[in-house]
């Protein structure tokens, strides 16, 4: 007997190892044609949901869905679009739940951040009060690192590792060139809510290099920044400072912000960097480089973690296999069971606990002046950017795979929200 | 018998593997004692020779010498320092032999740019008529790809591998976010005034993602460039644009002037990325991200071309070479035999022929259009990205090496230009 099919959807910002957690999906899957039909896709995520354009794995070879493991950003395509409120309008939600029946979906894995995490709870309640019951499972990733009840989120890892050698890296240079001309390195890097991204900068700091970090957990406060910068200065010559996009004034207004706005009404963030090396010109009179890594960091597949692309594997086969035993409504995730040697399980949440809850650095991971992390947040955050995972090369190119992603025939109407 | 002292100084930008150069002269020099004495190194590259801080890197052990060929930046320091015209003002070509001379030294191998090879031209001629002649050979560096009569520069290859992987997992990205969000990705790249760097990010529509160049080589038309970016939009559903931070309107104005200068009055340049950006935002509408590498892309030894670290190795190496051989007034070069398979031999280029010569992309390096590269680009780049030579990683982070750096006793008195 052939199993009921499966619905695979990649939600909002794509990560260096989320194909991974797609990978581990459906290669298990495919190990069980018995209870689990075919993997569709939604092509653009959720979106591909909604228009009925499901992409159909089973026509990938295995040859091809292995490499996903080792390809970066959404194989099937993301998006970012928070279905309405079902309470508010619930068209939304019945169209998800009319396709699932049309193809004969009876699980839905949903590969994302916070906002997903609420819309797997929602599918997993409505199909139920709508008498066609579907098993919501839901796989974290987020670079933010900010969901709550798991130790971390498939995708920080791999950005860890990409910042602290990044800054690293910059750090010799600036300090090579520092004699002369270079004497401040302003390095931009994501993280609107929370300073994850920016704390794993501080892991330079173990190599000698003066690093002062600007969490959006901390309020910005210039004085205290100029000063503390241009002591490293006197003392080392050099200063790197690495911020997160979402650092803000005491008002709340952002550094970065420019007054553009993302399609959420959300500012636009990007362009702290540029800001703070010209309040360092300008008061400080240091001559400075910056750089802001921005798309970069979160897709650089060739610096991955090894221990993040294996994490974010296991939890895509987790799902699958919480699916098989019958849950529903929870999320796989990370339980850390020691920091050294490194070990960790993986566990389950209940989804009602994890949606709509933001994880924040705790305070005794930022120390007490506000610029740097302590022995507490490198103990966290070490484990996580282990082991290199290189993909392969050819003619000095990674080889990523772009899927052929042909889609299922349509067999519902048009939709539009 | 124990031969004359050597002096090696790094000069300009540093990059992945100028301190790969440095190891082939050291490495090599330590071959020959009866010939060559001691490696004295500039701590902060001609600065030091000036201020007589020479570092004894007889005091480093091999082992920590052999790290340099996987350590970025430079391993001495170095410096923007443009000596004076002697013509107008002699102290610093002559302190320079000053201190030659109270060393012992009679080799100057100096690892740079333009610049660099000019000044290692002057000492030759300078030291000979003030009769204590010194053999002056240079070793090409420079990311930026420009010197003359050198198939390529060390460092360069490193860098366009670097700017063709981003470019190409950056887009991975904005493609897979495109149908809701981002449609464009920006990003900024290094090279004041040719366009090699840039040049890279074109390797990156071989795997069919939709890329437009723009090259400081060709003046900036916003109409056009507008009207290509948003052809590609229509067609492909998203635009990644790899703009050179030297890349200029009609009139002579950078798109990234913001009005800072450096140490030299060359404007800072850094911030076309944001300028595009929005341009495109007003203009068509599309939403956007925006990345501006800097300091990154050079310092970037985690994704260094294993072609790059060779030949940046073996030109330190030949370096010395040639000095054995009573060379002088010459820098070591790449003389490319074939593209496919990639061969290659290491030549000479007088001096004389080199200085304050810049080589621009040929124009048959760049498409009809302006906005791409030609198969002839290819056939030059590829070779250069080839190979992989990755560092050691320790608790997930690279093993790069900070050397001792100790100070040779000083025998004159201060000075100060």
Chains 1, 2 share one sequence.
């Not at 100029?226 to 911020?243: A, H, M």
């Not at 987790?318 to 993986?346: F, H, K, W």
Request: with cysteine; charged share 20%; net charge neutral.
């Amino acid at each position: 007997m052939k199993g009921r099919n499966a619905f695979y959807a990649q939600s909002g910002g794509v990560t260096a190892v989320i194909n991974a957690s797609a990978c581990g999906v459906i290669e298990t899957a495919r190990k069980h044609p018995d209870k689990i039909g075919k993997v569709y896709a939604g092509l653009n995520g959720i979106v591909g949901a909604l228009s009925e354009e499901l992409v159909d794995t089973s026509l990938e070879s295995d040859a091809d869905i292995a490499m996903l493991r080792y390809t970066p950003a959404g194989a099937f395509g993301s998006c970012r679009l928070k279905l309405a409120d079902p309470q508010v309008d619930s068209r939304g939600f019945e169209r998800l739940i009319d396709v699932f029946k049309a193809h004969d979906i009876g699980y839905f894995f949903y590969n994302g951040g916070g906002d997903s995490a609420d819309t797997c709870f929602k599918v997993s309640q409505l199909s139920t009060l709508m008498g066609y019951p579907v098993q919501a499972i839901h796989i974290p990733k987020t670079i933010d690192n900010d969901l709550p009840l798991t130790d971390n989120c498939p995708g920080f890892g791999s950005v860890a590792k990409y910042v602290a050698v990044s800054t690293l890296e910059a750090s010799f240079d600036v300090r090579a060139m520092s004699k002369t001309s270079t004497r401040i390195f302003v390095f931009e890097v994501m993280g609107r809510h929370a300073g994850w991204i920016a704390a794993a900068g501080g892991l330079a700091a173990d190599y000698g290099i003066p690093v002062v970090i600007l969490f959006p957990e901390i309020e910005f406060n210039e004085a205290k920044f100029l000063e503390r910068v241009d002591e490293n200065v006197k003392r080392f010559g050099f200063c790197t400072i690495v911020v997160s996009e979402g650092c803000k004034y005491p008002n709340g207004k952002f550094i970065a912000d420019q007054g553009a706005r993302d399609v959420f009404g959300h500012a636009h963030l990007g362009g702290a960097a540029p800001i703070l090396a010209n309040m360092i010109r300008q008061k400080l009179g240091h001559p400075f480089h910056w750089a802001v890594a921005n798309y970069l960091q979160r897709s650089a597949r060739h610096l991955a973690s090894a221990v993040d692309v294996q994490q974010a594997y296991e939890l895509g086969s987790a799902a699958v296999e919480l699916a098989l035993q019958g849950r529903n409504s929870v999320m796989a995730t990370i339980e850390r069971i020691s920091d050294d040697p490194y070990q960790y399980r993986i566990g389950t949440a209940d989804l009602k606990d994890v949606a709509n809850v933001e994880k924040y650095m705790p305070v005794s991971f930022i120390s007490g002046d506000g610029f740097g992390i302590t022995d507490d947040c490198r103990s966290y955050l070490r484990p996580l950017i282990q082991g290199e995972d290189y993909p392969q090369y050819i003619n000095g190119m990674p080889r990523y795979i772009t899927l052929k992603n042909r889609l299922v025939k349509q067999k519902l109407g048009p939709f539009s929200i």
